[in-house]
């Protein structure tokens, strides 16, 4: 009989050991912040470690009918860009998967171009466009309307939630194609021969299969609305138009004691906070069981397009006007505008005056250019830390029978609901007061930020890629001797990897069009671009600031296509064992 | 060479608590053949993962050539990567980042063996399941059997103790099963490493192994070679999961010489098969292809006379529905070199030798 002793670790500890590290790494990067802007509600100075307690900034704020205005606000914008943005998204994505609409496959590249236009540029541009004295389309117009008046008011509700919309669509096409395209015609065609007509169809048939996914855009839409800042900062602040995040910039950067109020703030976030965690709990609920409606059957099937007849020539035109809308006429007037001297309409008066000034400026300014490196480095930064990190949640969460994952995948979720302005609050109350890490003011604070901010986006991605990748393949590997860091190594990342570098991709798209967080959490030298971009708008240089904006938009073009070409690609490696 | 020892397997859900694996014991010799045959969820594929350490049990112990790599009492349990065992997957799990020579030459690369060493050996594996032209292809390339034999190649290279085998063959088409059952059961021969099989097909089950255990609903029921399980199988389920088996219950008798007389609703039924079981026995039964046809004039014992009700023919041989004469269905299979119509009035022989005495509940 033999004695020998067991040489194993106790699977105890083994266990926990993973969740404990990664959870605390998640709390430190979600809950701290979440917290530390909840303590800062009930302290009289609005500053967390400072004493005493108060409920005065809650009961200040809930019952200022200037708060409930500024919800009220808040909500008809989040609801009225979501309507819009589903309209749009719903009949794009209609179109173009199941239509025999001409040039299907143009169309389906050119709707992600609006992607890589930063939202507040795209705001800019349609300032330039519709603003009521000086826009380009209410100057062509004002024959037909008469001296003083004007067709087009950009500064309004109407213009904002105009703006978003045409900013939001691309997303929610992205959301809804695969839905309509995975759709098995079968459905459609038994529906049909059952005597159903086409509206009975779509009621009964098609809208149902389609609800999860409607709901899961919906409930993003709502979330992007709800906590967004650069559309109705450009549209909204100006004329004294406030959503939440417009209100919490205005309350730290312009606030009329001089000193940010951040007890009111706190106050303020806290009630928002509920609400978007109520919808998130919501969409997670949504997209969990997504997979009872799965209509992807693995048989292939042929799409048999339905035939447009006369309205091919509506589903054109509608189609042009959004990329006119949204993508030709802003490019156009902001290489217009960066093109002049000094803020000038279009006209051909103006086009001996051009000149390349303003683009020499931005590469010879060396403010400037220390923000295009900020932004690169911030970028590059965050965008690493989220594709390891996520790699590890997704494995994690979905591979592993580690304790806790369900906390874990909650955590990287959370994000989600937090709007950019209130990570740059929050993080400003941990790195201002708590004085543990003396970042405040430089750009790892805001690498912090987007760590936080886009760590939900990236570990959804992972987490798709993780379920199509079969277990077995990392059983074998462990089975043919190796550890977990060379299963890692030489399985699970290379297996992933296309779609670690399109998060990868897609987070430094993100970092550099961001502007609220990083506006929030600017100091004396990590300014980002878009940051430096905001700051020559409002101080009335909108000519630097096209120019700045055309070099961000080209470098956006550059990564989107990337993110596209590798997002398809990560499909098509199909990792199954 | 393996011993498992009050193996226990739960998996605990928000509704219900399920054993997987129910209390197993197993002791498999060295360089034996030895499968796990079950119908799927009886906890053949949860108890080879439990031996390869991919899954943690909650009870018993387990170890691989004296070593103990699980013990429950201890809460210590030795990671898969460091256990001596291979295993071969029911996907193959192939990894299409690697070519072939990458992907056999893996467990050679853990090791830490240096390259020119490592493919070598790697060609003498791949020559052993004749993939050599295909050693540099991409492992995506490859048909289902090549893949087939990429994982056994894999396996084998490693030179485990204790080779796993989670129905490596289920994912191919009927010829090529054939073929590569003959291929397998050649390479495990001249291996001759210990190796454990999962399979829910018997006739895999009985062709391949040494032993076999029979398992369902988490436990081991029957332990034994493929001869006796088929030819004196001691439990009723395993007297229908392997073979076909028609069980007819029966009222024990009295002893008859070397068998044991019974009465069953057909008449009395002379067994001379687990004839210990005497007096517990509750059924009888004699596989279709040992019922025998005979002259209708012969008066050797347990035989019945009846008719022809319906024949399906496939070939190789021939089915019978047969009704005796008290209405008893039988049913018959016998060559095709002498075929029978329906209508045909016939007597039938079912051997002593072959009628089988079982004990329990059906």
Redesign the interface.
């Known amino acids: 009989m ?1 004695t ?9 500890f ?1 266990k926990w050991l993973p969740s404990l590290l990664m959870l605390g790494l998640l709390a430190y990067l979600v809950l701290v912040p979440l917290v530390i802007l909840l303590v800062s509600s009930v302290k009289p100075t609005g500053m967390p470690l400072d004493p005493g307690w108060t409920l005065d900034h809650f009961a200040e704020t809930y019952s200022d009918p200037a708060f409930y205005r500024m919800a009220g606000t808040t909500f008809i914008f989040a609801i009225g860009s979501a309507m819009g943005a589903l309209t749009i998204g719903i009949l794009m994505a209609w179109l173009v998967e199941r239509t025999d609409l001409p040039a299907r496959g143009f169309v389906r590249v050119m709707i992600l171009l609006p992607m890589a236009t930063p939202p507040v540029l795209l705001a800019i541009a349609w300032v330039m466009l519709a603003s009521p004295r000086t826009g380009f389309f209410n100057e062509i117009l004002s024959p037909l309307m008469g001296e003083g008046r004007h067709l087009f008011d950009i500064f309004s509700m109407q213009g904002m939630i105009f703006v978003e919309s045409l900013s939001l669509a691309p997303t929610t096409f992205l959301i809804l194609s695969p839905a309509f395209r995975n759709m098995d015609p079968n459905l459609e065609e038994a529906a049909r021969t059952s005597g159903a007509g086409i509206f009975t169809m779509i009621r009964r048939v098609m809208l149902p299969v389609l609800f999860p996914s409607l709901l899961a855009a919906t409930g993003l839409l709502l979330m992007f609305g709800l906590l967004v800042f650069d559309i109705p900062g450009t549209l909204g602040m100006p004329v004294g138009i406030f959503v939440l995040s417009s209100q919490i910039v205005y309350l730290v950067n312009d606030a009329p004691g001089g000193l940010a109020e951040y007890g009111p703030i706190s106050a303020m976030a806290v009630f928002f906070l509920v609400i978007l965690l109520m919808i998130t709990w919501g969409y997670r609920r949504a997209t969990r069981n997504a997979s009872r409606y799965v209509t992807m059957t693995g048989k292939s099937f042929r799409i048999r397009p339905y035939k447009l007849r006369r309205w091919k020539a509506p589903a054109v035109t509608f189609v042009s006007l959004y990329f006119f809308f949204a993508t030709i006429a802003p490019i156009a007037i902001l290489i217009w505008t960066s093109l002049m001297p000094y803020q000038a309409g279009v006209s051909l008066d103006m086009i001996p005056k051009m000149t390349m000034a303003n683009h020499m400026a931005f590469f010879a300014n060396s403010r400037a250019m220390s923000a295009a490196q900020n932004s690169v480095i911030i970028g590059g930064l965050a965008a690493t830390i989220v594709a390891l990190l996520s790699v590890l949640v997704s494995w994690l969460v979905i591979r592993s029978k580690a304790p806790g994952r369900n906390l874990i995948d909650l955590l990287s979720f959370l994000p989600l609901a937090i709007p950019g302005t209130m990570i740059g609050v929050a993080l400003t109350y941990v790195y201002l007061t708590l004085g543990s890490l003396p970042i405040y003011g430089t750009i790892w604070i805001i690498v912090i930020a987007y760590v936080t901010t886009y760590i939900a986006f990236g570990t959804r991605t992972t987490h798709n890629v993780m379920l199509q990748l ?1 277990p ?2 990392e ?9 977990w860091f ?1 299963t890692m190594r ?2 699970v990342v ?2 992933t990897l296309p779609a670690i570098v399109a998060v990868w991709i897609w987070v430094v798209s993100h970092c550099l069009r961001e502007l609220s967080s990083a506006l929030l959490l600017q100091g004396f030298d990590n300014k980002t671009v878009p940051v430096l971009l905001w700051g020559y708008w409002t101080g009335g240089e909108p000519n630097k600031a096209s120019a700045v904006g055309l070099w961000l938009i080209l470098a956006m073009i550059i990564l989107v296509s990337a993110w596209q070409i590798l997002s398809a690609r990560g499909r098509l ?1 199909g ?3 | 060479m393996l011993d498992i020892e009050n193996l226990r397997v739960e998996y605990i859900s928000a509704s219900a608590r399920h054993l997987a694996v129910d209390d197993i014991s197993l002791s498999v010799k060295d360089g034996e053949f030895f499968t796990l045959l079950g119908p799927s969820g009886c906890g053949k594929t949860t108890t080879l993962r439990c031996i390869a350490g991919l899954e943690t049990p909650q009870g018993g112990r387990i170890s691989i050539d004296g070593n103990p790599v699980f013990d429950a009492t201890s809460g210590k349990a030795m990671p898969t990567q460091k256990r001596d065992i291979s295993m071969v997957f029911q996907s193959y799990a192939i990894w299409p980042n690697m070519s072939v020579a990458e992907n056999v030459g893996f467990p050679l690369e853990v090791k830490g063996m240096r390259r020119a060493e490592r493919r070598r050996i790697v060609d003498r594996t791949l020559e052993m399941v004749g993939l050599t032209s295909q050693a540099d292809r991409p492992a995506t390339m490859l048909s289902g059997g090549q893949q087939q034999r990429v994982a056994l190649a894999r396996a084998v290279i490693k030179e485990a103790k204790v080779l796993l085998l989670d129905e490596p063959l289920s994912n191919l088409d009927a010829k090529l099963r054939e073929q590569m059952r003959a291929e397998l059961r050649d390479l495990q021969r001249n291996v001759g490493t210990t190796s454990i099989y999962v399979t829910h097909d018997q006739d895999e089950a009985l062709s391949l192994s040494d032993r076999i255990a029979v398992m369902h609903g988490g436990k081991v029921i029957e332990v034994g070679t493929p001869h006796d399980l088929y030819l004196k199988p001691r439990n009723l389920f395993t007297a229908q999961f392997i073979g076909e088996a028609q069980l007819f219950p029966c009222r024990p008798l009295e002893r008859v010489g070397d068998g044991f007389l019974v009465e069953t609703s057909f008449g009395k039924i002379l067994a001379k098969v687990n004839t210990d079981l005497g007096g517990e026995a509750t059924h009888v039964f004699v596989r279709p292809e040992h019922t025998e046809f005979v002259d209708p004039s012969s008066n050797a014992c347990n035989v019945l006379s009846g008719r022809i009700v319906s024949t399906v023919f496939s070939g190789k041989h021939v089915e019978y529905d047969v009704e005796t004469t008290c209405n008893q269905r039988l049913s018959v299979s016998a060559s095709s070199a002498n075929l029978r119509t329906p209508g045909d009035e016939v007597s039938l022989r079912l051997p002593p030798d072959n009628a089988v005495l079982l004990a329990g509940t059906a």
């Open positions: 033999q020998a002793t067991l040489q194993g670790r106790s699977f105890a083994e079969s077995e393949l059983e074998a590997s462990r089975a043919s001797g190796a550890g060379r030489r399985v290379p297996l490696v990792v199954k064992a």
